[in-house]
């Protein structure tokens, strides 16, 4: 850590550097200020020093800063510091523009502060990195396109095994019930219908991890709300998440159906349940609590996710739905814009919060009662 003793010391570092300058203290108030960084900003250095650093930056992000510095302060776990990224500052004129921004820690009167170094990125710069976004969404629409032909594959060919298992089962059961008593008859005939039965399920879950990764022309109807939550969770629920996560459904019986896509329905569900899991999965150790509830408001049916994890980090939750935004080390950060986009095509709304009754993230969302309604359970 470098130890830059005074404010007037570092006035003539920062007249030096061809980079726009900004110091922070720990509390995030500004305590020097280039003359690059005047000419960037738009603010002479007296106007701003004392101020809080979020008056640089775009409104939506302001209150990131803060938040990191208080928890780099708390935990020692770096967010910024170290690391180049692009942000939006914003000019004194309002307007906001895009700079790359790389953050030291340095001492400063001998205490902790923190170096800004700015550069303004251009429109080519820009351009560029659009386009390096769209191979990666090109990369990633080839490898989900990979697993829809996998997942086909292997519906296909695990399909007659399954069903030859399941006749097998079924048969052996049959004749079974038709000999005469002996001892443990009936547990025999119980454990091949299970079989039986599981092997069907098997076939069934294959099928719908196939339909679920292939997609397709969107198909709009009615649909039955207990339906959309079994088939997302069956297929959320995969990797051994039963063991340790104990699933509620609140699912009224008579609720009216739903107007949407079937898989686009099971899509939003399938990301908030999972999101959930993933979040809960991390606290690691223990069992914890999943709800997954629903209830009709005027006309509209509203579905919650609700769970007893760590809940939704204070400096992503006014940001939550938009692209690229994540806490996840290898997430892309698109599920939660996804969902977004598809509840509100139909109309509906989604936005997330505290669980009352968990503790944790919850998650609800809307969609429209279908005109061709009737109550069903699924």
């Known amino acids: ?45 007296e106007e701003v020093i004392g101020c809080n650093v979020s008056l640089l930056t775009a409104p939506h992000i302001a209150a990131e800063h803060d938040h990191y510095l208080a928890e780099y302060a708390r935990t020692g776990v770096r967010h910024v510091i170290g690391a180049t990224r692009i942000e939006m500052a914003q000019h004194k004129s309002g307007h906001q523009f895009p700079v790359e921004l790389r ?11 923190y170096q800004g170094f700015l550069r303004p990125i251009n429109g080519d710069e820009l351009q560029r990195g659009e386009a390096k976004a769209m191979l990666a969404d090109l990369a990633q629409a080839s490898r989900v396109s990979a697993m829809g032909a996998l997942a086909t594959a292997i519906a296909h060919e695990l399909n007659q095994p399954l069903t030859n298992i399941a006749n097998y089962t079924q048969g052996l059961s049959n004749l079974v019930s038709q000999q005469d008593e002996f001892a443990g008859r009936e547990e025999v005939m119980r454990v091949l219908e299970t079989c039986s039965d599981q092997a069907v399920r098997a076939g069934q879950l294959l099928h719908r991890l196939r339909d679920f990764v292939r997609g397709g022309q969107p198909q709009t109807g009615p649909n039955a709300v207990a339906g959309l939550v079994r088939d997302a ?7 051994g998440y039963k063991r340790t996560i104990h699933v509620t459904y609140d699912l009224p019986v008579d609720l009216p159906t739903v107007e949407v896509d079937h898989l686009q329905g099971q899509q939003v569900l399938f990301n908030l349940v999972r999101n959930a899991l993933e979040a809960i999965d991390a606290e690691h150790g223990g069992h914890h609590e999943l709800v997954i509830a629903a209830r009709q408001v005027n006309d509209f049916i509203e579905l919650s996710v609700e769970d007893d994890g760590p809940g939704i980090a204070p400096a992503i939750a006014d940001s939550l739905f938009e692209s690229f935004v994540t806490t996840k080390g290898g997430g892309m950060g698109v599920g939660l814009a996804i969902c977004k986009q598809i509840v509100e095509a139909y109309g509906g709304s989604i936005h997330a919060g505290k669980s009352a009754r968990l503790g944790g993230a919850a998650f609800r969302f809307t969609l429209p009662i279908s005109s061709e309604s009737e109550t069903a359970g699924g």
């Open 1 to 45: 850590m470098r130890d830059l003793q005074t404010p007037e010391n570092l006035g003539q570092v920062l007249d030096a550097i061809p980079l726009a300058l900004v110091t922070i203290d720990r509390n995030g108030a500004i305590r020097a200020f280039g003359k690059r960084a005047e000419d960037m900003f738009g603010y002479r250095a």
């Open 103 to 113: 953050v030291s820690e340095i001492r400063l009167d001998g205490e902790v502060a």
């Open 233 to 239: 969770t069956a297929l959320a629920l995969i990797n």
